[in-house]
């Protein structure tokens, strides 16, 4: 089975600009889950989605958002990008309620 | 509300010390704890789920329990290899499955 993909791996954007990860999760899993790392913060949750409804959702401000189509592919956006969103994210799938698995992340630096 | 603690911070053996990691967590309601490894700049990788107190799981060097407020995970004999983040997560049995984050440990191994 393949693993979770995402992509890109690596994004430079400025300031006040807007970007779109994506994330291809393991196939059969429609649950997948949207994780902010930073070195002082740890893994933060954003969200997750299921059978493309958010089904939970952090604490994160509205800038942040995502979409899951009925591929169970999904898409995580932030709008008005600030330097405190320099961090890897990371997105993870799983089948109901099982253990998650994690693709290798998209690392984003806002200049 | 749902928390994961992890201790010690940071960790560092030489190599053959056996030493344990800790996970304390509070929980309304546990589904499943989980034990993941994370190599630097790489998406954490599942080791173990736990699900039950009095539960253990092994995989070559890493032995893994849980009570009903921890879970240790237990390395014997380390290698340099082993150098890792050592993550900590939970997973609540309420609507929706939320799967919540410990800060993890940094480990080091030295030969």
């Known amino acids: 089975k393949a693993g979770v993909t995402q992509t890109p791996r690596y994004l430079i954007k400025t300031r006040g600009q807007q970007v779109t990860l994506s994330c291809s999760p393991i196939?059969?899993?429609?649950?997948v889950s949207w994780y902010q790392q930073t070195p002082g913060q740890g893994l933060q949750f954003l969200f997750e989605y299921f059978s493309e409804t958010q089904r939970n959702k952090g604490n994160f401000p509205g800038r942040f958002s995502g979409r899951q189509f009925s591929n169970s592919r999904s898409e995580m956006n932030v709008s008005t990008l600030e330097l405190g969103d320099s961090a890897l994210y990371l997105c993870?799938?799983?089948?109901?309620?099982?253990?998650?698995?994690f693709g290798q992340g998209t690392r984003l630096t806002v200049v | 509300e749902d928390q994961v603690t992890q201790s010690p911070e940071a960790l560092r053996l030489q190599e053959g010390e056996s030493s344990s990691l800790n996970c304390s967590y509070t929980v309304s309601g546990l589904r499943g704890l989980f034990w993941y490894r994370q190599d630097p700049g790489k998406g954490p990788e599942f080791l173990f789920t736990l699900y039950s107190a009095g539960e253990e799981k092994e995989k070559e060097r890493l032995k893994a329990t849980l009570t009903k407020k921890e879970s240790f995970l237990h390395i014997t004999a380390p290698k340099p290899e082993d150098s890792a983040t050592y993550l900590c997560a939970v997973q609540d049995n309420t609507g929706g499955f939320k799967t919540i984050f410990g800060a993890g440990t940094r480990l080091f191994v030295k030969a």
């Open positions: 993870a799938s799983k089948e109901m309620n099982t253990e998650a698995f």
């Open positions: 196939s059969g899993h429609r649950s």
